[in-house]
């Protein structure tokens, strides 16, 4: 047997070691860097298993088989509807939630009334699910002793008790440091997390023990179970039992959201929506894999003990036990230790806070005593509150557990707590779903739901363990026969937990739904509906500040948060609601309704939404908005931002189209400012030469017996003027005909080669007078394109020209060269001239301008030349385009397409 | 005293045409190929009448007008704008910038010979 | 995300409930098959929820 101090030893150490981590988790939450991740958050979810997982699933599966498997099953399935829960949280965070009562409360109207009947529920439904853990640490202790019967102790030496200290003190470190609840206990959170690996830990290693140490793996246990006749049924699943798994399905789906220490690790404990991702699988994959090995261990104990042994919950202590696996036995008390100690801290925040703001909080504000105090700083008087009901919930637990022993009342009480929170369901999923569900409504589902099951389960329960006769169970109450409690009109064939859920939720639904139907809500419980339903798609402050009138001051609601929330904190805050509202110093705060909002934001982090809603509205004057004031405005803001939604996307569309007409107004008018352009050097053009032609032709005509020098020369002139004015009319024509597309062409077998040739001829004597070189490095038979003949004669002759024009007399030389490279024919002009810059070679092909340095000379051509010849190249697809260095000479090149090979 | 007359035109066959009749006239001619030859020629050969093209390398008309006219000594001098731009523009900025008169191509000779006749005071 | 973890949520309570659940008969190996289809299932939810919850960013 093992030494009492040696396990106290132990047992102390693990706890000392809890109070580490936690230490550990504040103090880096406080730094800033959480250390609370997706992985931390999904094990903490693991808090619901508690000591009934780790020794009671054993426990059922020796009678019932695999069935408890039903108890996991429903939250694998209930994570998987993540979306119901991503609404809770964002719910919780927008309206600071601080526990499940008032989150129920905070939806129905922020109703006292409400968060005190949740508050009660809770209490009275999970006090004794309290009471088992503790039960649970007292007997694996006994078993580590070798006491199998747990002799009554007295309370002085009772290590339970010493047990429920250790917790109580716990919870009051690390649970009620802030005073605002919505604040994270993330050092808790982070030990609860510690706890499940513990809890996993411990329950792997006493399944692999007895798997593969006391047996042959598990084909062997389940074989050697099936030899013998008791067990082998074990193995099945009983058909009959189809509507008892199905509703204990359901009951634990609800409950891993609804139970109170579940609502706060997941919701109110919660740090970041995206944690939800990891949680969805990793919390089910921790399910599956404590429960691997629960069957195996009870077929394993029952094997090894006998069928009729005794206490089967403990399997898991006694067969290491009785193997002289002494050191893996207390490695399983540490596991079940964490099991029950995770439980009652969690449930035990869980409560007190509900307790203190939902319960005692509103009496408190409403008695005398409290105006009485006068004293300016109530936080320190909440957490004392606080700190005080986490020590009474404990200690009812710990006398619950005293008087109860061996009784019904505790041992069954799993599944009872579960039916209790169980009829939190309608009010709360109808409250995030249905705008219609009225406080009235949810007071009545819940006291319907609640006399039911406390007739249907919890009296029957006491009877069963003694306390109180059992007549009504038996006969039914008053002796009606079809009101007995168990099997309510008639209803026979369900266990005792369905036939309860079935009536309970029916009668809570029915009235929650009958009465909200006929009730109507008012001003503030219907804001509150909008807000609930509608969180995703409301912008929450907006609809605050529009939902409220009145008027307030400052100094007031300064006050007032300095009360509740101290005067440190209460500075903080207002500071940092200043600074998001772009005011320097929050002394100058506009009092408006988006204060007093935030205020009452702000102390239901504190005291609970329901009480801060009477404490702000005993400081101000509010205007009652009735009933229909409200939709009206709420009303009203859904179709104003429907409206504004509708104005910028038609103020974007008109951007956009301005933006364009910007811009085609731009092009026009650069066309425009072109087309002048082109028309005045087209006058300019035409003018200068009709200049000279009409002076000379006048002096000619004045004076008639001028000199006939004179004459001749002025008649030269004139011709030659002539004949420009002509050829540069002709260009125009030529120009505006290509560019508007109406030009004639016979497009025919072209050679190229012939093409070059015959331009160098028509040009020869041109070069000659000029004393100036031309070549040609042309094929014999040129290539052949489809072209216009004259057209193409046009471009080489006007390349030349230009090319005889700009080059030296005498040095001069231009070569031409005719090729073909990748499907194009490739004709260059090269000459020796003076070369152009990089600008001029683009400004060349412009109309009217011409290269050279227009510094020194004016060239005699018209300046159309070259982009006729390019329009011309372009027609047939190809380009036209100048290589050139200053200096270096100027080389001109054209392209035309070979036509496509026919084959 | 025949007076002087200086053509500045980057044409050469305007310039031809337009010496020989001032010369007819009985006017000294010289003749400017673009802007700066004609402020040159303005210091050197002290026209008392400029006969100014608008469009030319260099300098335009305009900036030669512009040029000539900062300067008091040229108050004397008289300009007449030659041009192909007739725009109405273009005519009152050559007035403003201080031409005397302004003159588009093509241009009637008898009508510039008056025109110049009257500007020279000599009838 | 959130429809496709509910889809496999809603799929998930006709696998795991009668009638099906009584389908699975007699063992493979020694184990009983309704063990292994029960932890198979729900090994297979857990796997799907898994892959879909950890996908997308």
Redesign the interface.
């Known amino acids: 047997m093992l030494s009492g101090w040696f396990v106290a030893l132990v047992a102390s150490a693990y706890v000392g070691l809890l109070f580490a981590v936690a230490r550990y988790g504040d103090a880096r939450a406080d730094a800033g860097r959480s250390i609370i991740s997706g992985n931390v958050y999904a094990l903490s979810l693991a808090v619901y298993c508690t000591s009934w997982t780790f020794y009671g699933s054993v426990g059922r599966a020796t009678s019932g088989g695999l069935s408890f498997l039903t108890i996991y099953i429903g939250p694998t399935l209930m994570l998987l509807f993540v979306g119901v829960l991503i609404k809770m949280l964002r719910i919780s965070k927008t309206y600071r939630i601080t526990s499940i009562a008032d989150f129920i409360a905070s939806r129905y109207g922020k109703s006292q009334l409400l968060a005190g009947l949740v508050t009660v529920i809770a209490v009275i439904g999970i006090v004794p699910y309290i009471a088992l853990q503790l039960k649970a640490v007292s007997a694996s202790l006994a078993v580590l002793f070798g006491q199998v019967d747990a002799g009554v102790l007295p309370w002085w030496l009772d290590s339970t008790l010493l047990i429920a200290a250790a917790l109580a003190l716990f919870t009051v470190l690390f649970g009620t440091r802030h005073l605002d609840a919505t604040e994270r206990h993330e050092g808790m959170v982070a030990a609860i997390a510690f706890e499940s690996v513990v809890k996993l830990v411990a329950f792997l290693a006493v399944g692999l023990f007895v798997t593969y140490g006391m047996f042959g793996g598990l084909a062997d246990v389940f074989q050697r179970a099936a030899a013998v006749p008791e067990l082998s049924r074990l193995l099945q699943l009983d058909a009959m039992q189809a509507g008892s798994w199905a509703s204990l399905i359901l009951l634990s789906a609800l409950a891993i959201i609804l139970l109170p220490r579940q609502f706060q690790i997941i919701v109110v404990e919660n740090v970041d929506e995206s944690h939800l991702r990891r949680a969805v699988w990793l919390f089910p994959l921790y399910l599956l894999l404590i429960n691997i090995f629960v069957l195996p261990i009870a077929l394993g104990g029952l094997l090894h003990f006998g069928a009729q042994s005794g206490y089967a919950d403990t399997f898991v202590l006694t067969l290491p036990m009785a193997h002289g696996a002494e050191a893996l036995a207390v490695l399983v008390f540490i596991g079940g230790l964490s099991a029950a100690t995770g439980m009652v801290i969690v449930e035990t925040i869980a409560l007190s806070t509900m307790v203190c703001n939902d319960l005692v909080m509103p009496w408190l504000l409403r008695s005398t005593w409290i105006n009485a105090q006068k004293r300016n700083d109530l936080s320190g008087l909440l957490i004392g509150i606080r700190r005080v009901a986490i020590i009474l919930i404990l200690l009812l637990g710990y006398i619950y557990f005293r008087v109860a022993g061996e009784a019904y009342a505790l041992v069954g009480i799993g599944l009872i707590s579960f039916a209790a929170v169980a009829q939190f369901a309608p009010v709360l999923f109808g409250g995030m779903y249905w705008k219609q569900g009225t406080r009235a409504g949810a007071v009545a589902g819940l006291v319907a739901g609640f006399v039911v099951w406390m007739y249907t389960l919890l009296l029957p329960s006491f009877a069963k363990s003694g306390w109180i006769g059992n007549g009504f169970v038996e006969h039914g109450l008053f002796g009606v026969d079809w009101l007995r409690a168990q099997s309510l009109f008639g209803l026979r064939g369900m266990d005792a937990i369905s036939h309860s859920l079935w009536w309970s939720l029916l009668a809570n639904f029915g009235a929650y739904v009958v009465v909200s139907l006929n009730t109507r809500p008012d001003a503030l419980e219907a804001g509150q509906a909008e807000r609930f339903v509608d969180v995703f798609r409301r912008a929450h402050r907006e609809t605050d500040s529009l939902l409220w009138r009145g008027q307030a001051s400052l100094g007031e609601l300064v006050r007032l948060l300095e009360r509740f929330l101290g005067p440190v904190r209460a500075a903080q805050q207002l500071g940092a609601y200043a600074a998001m509202r772009g005011v320097d110093n929050w002394q100058r705060l506009a009092v408006d309704a988006d204060l007093v909002q935030f205020a009452e934001g702000e102390l239901a982090g504190a005291i609970g939404s329901a009480s801060a809603r009477v404490m702000v509205a005993s400081v101000t004057q509010e205007e009652d908005l009735g009933l229909e004031e409200v939709l009206d405005i709420l009303d009203e803001a859904t179709q104003v931002r429907a409206y504004s939604k509708e104005l910028e996307a038609k103020q974007q569309a008109l951007e956009v189209a301005t933006a364009e007409l910007r811009e085609a107004n731009e092009r026009l008018r650069e066309l425009d400012r072109m087309k002048d352009d082109f028309i005045s050097t087209v006058t300019h053009e035409l003018r200068t030469p009709l200049t000279s032609i009409r002076a000379l032709s006048e002096m000619l005509h004045e004076d008639p017996r001028a000199d006939l020098a004179d004459r001749k020369r002025f008649l030269g002139i004139i011709v030659s003027e002539a004949e420009r004015l002509t050829r540069l009319i002709n260009q125009i024509l030529d120009m505006a005909k290509l560019e508007s597309g109406r030009a004639e062409w016979t497009t025919a077998e072209v050679d190229l080669g012939n093409v070059a040739r015959e331009a160098m001829d028509s040009l020869g004597q041109l070069y000659r007078d000029k004393d100036v070189a031309l070549s040609g490095e042309i094929p014999d038979s040129g290539p052949v394109v489809m072209a216009d003949r004259d057209r193409l004669v046009q471009v080489m002759i006007n390349l030349l020209s230009n090319a005889v024009k700009f080059v030296a007399t005498g040095t001069g030389a231009v070569k031409v060269t005719v090729s073909t490279d990748a499907g194009m024919v490739r004709v260059s002009v090269a000459d020796n001239g003076p070369g152009l810059t990089a600008d001029e070679c683009s400004v060349i092909f412009e109309k009217f301008r011409q290269g050279g340095n227009t510094m020194t000379d004016k060239p005699q051509g018209t300046g159309l030349g070259l982009p006729i010849s390019r329009q011309i190249v372009e027609y047939f697809g190809g380009a036209l385009w100048v290589e050139s260095q200053p200096g270096a000479g100027a080389n001109f090149i054209f392209t035309v397409p070979l036509p496509a090979a026919d084959e | 005293m025949s007076k002087k007359i200086l053509i500045v035109d ?2 050469p ?2 310039v ?3 010496e ?2 001032m010369k ?1 006239e009985g006017f000294q001619v010289a003749v400017a190929g673009d802007g700066e030859e004609a402020l040159a020629k303005v210091a050197s050969f002290a026209p008392d009448l400029l006969l100014l093209d608008v ?1 030319m ?2 300098k335009s008309g305009f900036e030669v007008c512009e040029a000539l006219r900062t300067d008091s000594a040229n108050s004397a001098l008289k300009i007449v704008m030659l041009t ?4 109405e523009t273009e005519v009152a900025k050559g007035l403003a910038i201080g031409a005397d008169a302004y003159v ?7 009508d510039l010979v008056v025109r110049v006749k009257e500007l020279l005071g000599a009838v | 995300m959130r429809q496709r973890l509910a889809a496999i949520g809603l799929a998930g309570w006709p696998l795991l409930t009668f009638p099906l659940l009584g389908l699975p008969e007699g063992n493979v190996g020694g184990i009983p098959m309704i063990y292994l289809y029960l932890f198979g299932v729900w090994g297979g939810l857990i796997g799907l929820a898994a892959w879909i919850g950890e996908r997308k960013g």
């Open positions: 980057d044409e066959n305007i031809i045409s337009l020989f009749l007819k469009m390398p260099k192909a731009k007739g725009r588009t191509k093509p241009f009637s000779t008898k």
